[in-house]
């Protein structure tokens, strides 16, 4: 639903209610809008992100890939 600025605020237990029964709200002033939503709605469309190091921390270990480079010479081309 959405809603004057003056209203949410006159209302805004109201507002919070039916955010909290993830209904999300949008509180409009002028030409800007903003959404009222419940944390619970909130952590699950942020969910957790982690950072660089901690990413490559999580990853893999390559230790049981095989690096190593074939020790064949290339193949003649002629140009």
């Given at each position: 639903m959405a809603w004057?600025?003056?209203?949410a605020?006159?209302?805004?237990?109201?507002v919070v209610r039916l955010a909290l029964e993830d209904k999300p709200q949008e509180v409009q002033r002028r030409d800007a809008a903003v959404v009222v939503i419940s944390?619970?709605?909130y952590l699950?469309?942020?969910g957790k992100r982690t950072d660089f190091k901690e990413f490559l921390l999580s990853c893999p270990s390559?230790?049981?890939v095989d690096l190593s480079r074939s020790p064949d010479?290339?193949?003649?081309?002629?140009?």
């Open positions: 004057k600025l003056a209203d605020k006159n209302r805004f237990s109201e944390k619970k709605s699950e469309l942020s390559l230790d049981e010479l290339p193949r003649d081309v002629e140009l």
